[in-house]
């Protein structure tokens, strides 16, 4: 009691300063507090829910080569802007999204004469603001620093990787951000020690959520985030250029051009799971489609010449064991047309893959005829996703962009796998980080240049996503993850159980998840220390859980063929969406998610869960969500793990089964140690 006294006492006396420069959430609960400091100009934001002080006063700013942009600022104005608008998406989680926002700008002049404006944008469930430099005599700054601070009131843990986890591709891990417990106390922070990646997923003291990223990602570099003196801080990826690696606060981090917009910095805040997990702020905070014509941007499930490279039964580069053969790609299409899968990734069909170096984009290998595929392709209706590895040869890959996509386009190619396999890329900047500001220019290039050949992207070794699948919805999955393939060959043995328990509460709020799911069969006799830490049933319920439009079923043909009733399963989840729920879940530990496929009333559910067993409950009240008064019967075919399952000693242990159910219905599923479930339901 005393401490809320106290915050109380804190929010009056900041708020009564300040009493115009304020902006709320539609329902009034949230809101953002500005202040520019009368005696110093310092700028600073505080946010308030339902009249608690949950984020203390925290800095804003920037630095720049010549100055800071984070003191001696005044305020000139102030302009609002009220939002309630809703959208179609071209796919996703739901095809309807809602924009209900109440925005503030405030216009602020520095004492030198640059203007510097921060827009604000609270929704109900969280806020966001960026910098924005509107036209002035000024044309150019070097960013060279970012204050951005993020000062939580309460303790909290957090779940992050590294900034410097290579590719992103780390075990997700929680740490405490206790403002009492700074991750490292000093002057210079140590940032390739510290520094976590952006996002971050917050769990309270008090129960409630929050997530930390940034949106709309374009033309600046990745926020990273650091804990010091009581407050998460931003740490922008620095520009390398031709320098050797350079970690200071004081190094380039940003080149800009007015008029210029940072990408946004959002906090979701919810009291629950599911709410979180709902929240469409960060696509919301991304422009509006770009694209005029998206008829051909078709979400789909595809399988691949591709585990088999990773379990090592094949190669990239053609010799004896080659994957990408014509052979092999017609048996892999041939398949797919049997069993409804709509497309098939081919990797190792061009040539350069001996050194990894020096790809050739449009020379196939000589075991690949593509004009053939290319027809059977046609012919059959199964879509061949193309591959373009750069070995993380970004700027050589640019040069010949419009070339390659003609190319790929020509053949009847509409989507492509990009990759940039180096943990430092060669830019046209000269080496970088991919999340540096010239990595990011890259992708949007590659985005951009690829929807005018009608080329949708799968891009691994990614920036984080962070929405730009709204403007560009030919982005429409992305890597950024440790992923499926870590349990083919990684030295600790492969992911533990939990793993994929944290992601759908961190990486896939961040966007579309290429994880690969779908093995079906767990030992890779090849490297026998590995292996997939997994029942079947986890595999199936990896199609509900995980979100991509582009959603690969990653085994091989032969494998699914050992467990053809489950795979089933596979051959009927779709990977479009009318809308998804969070049925249960807490991080780290399990997972339950309901979604109504796009345009149909069909429903399909899946649980994940970590190494413990659980039964979870289901009550199946969303089928009802259009007419309540009716209660329809629908059929529910049912994939559950056996009794006696357990991802280490049993996985392949599971039962199918059928019965009708009604909304007025609730499940109770158990699932087994590193078990899942999926289930149907059809009207
Ligand atoms: C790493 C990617 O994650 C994987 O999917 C791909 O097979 C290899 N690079 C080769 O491009």
């Known amino acids: 009691m005393k401490k809320i006294f106290v915050i109380c006492a804190a929010c009056v006396l900041f708020f009564s300063c300040q009493p115009s420069t304020e902006v709320s959430s539609p329902d009034g609960k949230l809101t953002v507090h500005f202040r520019c400091d009368a005696c110093d100009g310092t700028i600073w934001y505080a946010v308030a829910r339902d009249h608690e002080l949950i984020m203390d006063l925290s800095e804003l700013g920037l630095m720049t080569e010549d100055m800071s942009l984070a003191e001696d600022f005044r305020l000139t104005g102030i302009s609002r802007h009220r939002q309630d608008t809703t959208w179609e998406t071209v796919w996703g989680e739901?095809?309807?999204?809602?924009?209900?926002?109440?925005?503030?700008?405030?216009?602020?002049?520095?004492?030198?004469?640059?203007?510097?404006?921060?827009?604000?944008?609270?929704?109900?469930?969280?806020?966001a603001f960026r910098y924005i430099f509107p036209e002035q005599e000024q044309k150019t700054f070097t960013v060279t620093d970012e204050l951005t601070a993020y000062r939580f009131t309460q303790g909290a843990e957090a779940w992050s990787i590294p900034w410097r986890t290579e590719y992103y591709e780390g075990?997700?891990?929680?740490?405490?951000?206790?403002?009492?417990?700074?991750?490292?106390?000093?002057?210079?922070?140590?940032?390739?020690?510290?520094?976590?990646?952006?996002?971050?997923?917050?769990?309270?003291?008090?129960?409630?959520?929050?997530?930390?990223?940034?949106a709309a990602l374009t033309d600046y570099p990745a926020q990273n985030l650091y804990v010091r003196d009581g407050a998460l801080r931003t740490y922008l990826t620095p520009w390398l250029g031709h320098q050797s690696p350079i970690t200071s606060h004081q190094s380039p981090k940003a080149y800009i051009q007015t008029p210029f917009a940072t990408p946004w910095r959002f906090v979701v805040l919810t009291r629950t799971l599911p709410e979180l997990v709902a929240s469409r702020i960060m696509l919301n905070l991304n422009e509006p489609c770009k694209i005029e014509d998206t008829s051909w941007i078709k979400p789909?499930?595809?399988?691949?010449?591709?585990?088999?490279?990773?379990?090592?039964?094949?190669?990239?580069?053609?010799?004896?064991?080659?994957?990408?053969?014509?052979?092999?790609?017609?048996?892999?299409?041939?398949?797919?047309?049997?069993?409804?899968?709509?497309?098939?990734?081919?990797?190792?069909?061009?040539?350069?893959?001996?050194?990894?170096?020096?790809?050739?984009?449009?020379?196939?290998?000589?075991?690949?005829?593509?004009?053939?595929?290319?027809?059977?392709?046609?012919?059959?209706?199964?879509?061949?996703?193309?591959?373009?590895?750069?070995g993380g040869n970004a700027a050589d890959y640019e040069k010949d962009l419009d070339s390659i996509y003609r190319y790929h386009e020509a053949k009847g190619i509409h989507v492509i796998k990009t990759g940039y396999v180096a943990p430092i890329i060669r830019t046209v900047d000269g080496l970088q980080w991919n999340k540096g500001q010239s990595g990011v220019r890259h992708y949007?290039?590659?985005?951009?240049?690829?929807?005018?050949?009608?080329?949708?992207?799968?891009?691994?070794?990614?920036?984080?996503?962070?929405?730009?699948?709204?403007?560009?919805?030919?982005?429409?999955?992305?890597?950024?993850?440790?992923?499926?393939?870590?349990?083919?060959?990684?030295?600790?043995?492969?992911?533990?159980?939990?793993?994929?328990?944290?992601?759908?509460?961190?990486?896939?709020?961040?966007?579309?998840?290429?994880?690969?799911?779908g093995v079906f069969r767990f030992e890779?006799?090849?490297?026998?220390?590995?292996?997939?830490?997994?029942?079947?049933?986890?595999?199936?319920?990896?199609?509900?859980?995980?979100?991509?439009?582009?959603?690969?079923?990653?085994?091989?043909?032969?494998?699914?063929?050992?467990?053809?009733?489950?795979?089933?399963?596979?051959?009927?989840?779709?990977?479009?969406?009318?809308r998804s729920v969070l049925v249960d879940g807490k991080i780290g530990d399990f997972c339950v998610f309901a979604r109504q496929e796009r345009g149909t009333d069909n429903w399909y559910i899946g649980g994940i869960t970590d190494e413990q067993a659980r039964e979870v409950t289901i009550p199946l009240s969303f089928l009802n969500h259009q007419s309540p008064m009716t209660n329809h019967q629908y059929k529910a075919t049912f994939y559950l793990d056996a009794e006696d399952a357990d991802w280490e000693s049993r996985p392949y242990a599971y039962r199918i089964e059928e019965r009708e159910v009604t909304s007025a219905d609730t499940l109770h599923v158990r699932m087994a140690p590193g078990g899942g479930f999926a289930v149907q339901i059809l009207p």
């Open 524 to 578: 890779n006799p090849i490297i026998p220390t590995t292996r997939v830490h997994s029942t079947l049933m986890n595999q199936l319920g990896l199609f509900v859980c995980f979100y991509s439009p582009l959603q690969m079923a990653c085994d091989l043909p032969e494998h699914y063929m050992e467990h053809a009733d489950a795979f089933r399963f596979i051959e009927q989840v779709p990977c479009d969406w009318e």
């Open 94 to 127: 739901e095809r309807f999204i809602t924009d209900r926002h109440n925005q503030m700008v405030v216009h602020l002049l520095h004492q030198s004469g640059i203007r510097m404006d921060i827009a604000f944008r609270v929704f109900d469930d969280g806020f």
């Open 300 to 390: 789909a499930k595809f399988m691949g010449i591709w585990w088999g490279m990773h379990i090592k039964t094949m190669t990239w580069e053609q010799g004896p064991k080659h994957g990408a053969t014509t052979e092999n790609m017609e048996r892999y299409m041939r398949f797919a047309k049997e069993h409804g899968i709509g497309a098939v990734l081919a990797e190792g069909w061009n040539k350069g893959w001996e050194d990894w170096k020096h790809f050739d984009f449009t020379t196939p290998y000589d075991d690949w005829d593509m004009d053939y595929l290319s027809r059977l392709s046609d012919s059959l209706g199964v879509q061949i996703v193309g591959h373009n590895e750069t």
């Open 444 to 517: 949007r290039k590659v985005i951009e240049t690829a929807a005018k050949y009608h080329i949708a992207i799968d891009n691994h070794e990614p920036v984080m996503p962070t929405g730009l699948q709204r403007t560009y919805p030919n982005l429409m999955s992305q890597e950024g993850v440790r992923g499926q393939e870590w349990n083919a060959w990684s030295a600790d043995g492969g992911s533990p159980c939990e793993h994929v328990t944290v992601l759908p509460y961190t990486r896939i709020l961040a966007g579309p998840v290429d994880y690969t799911p």
């Open 171 to 214: 075990l997700w891990e929680k740490r405490n951000l206790s403002p009492c417990l700074p991750l490292r106390e000093g002057d210079n922070p140590n940032p390739t020690q510290d520094t976590l990646c952006s996002p971050i997923t917050i769990e309270f003291a008090d129960g409630t959520y929050g997530f930390v990223h940034e």
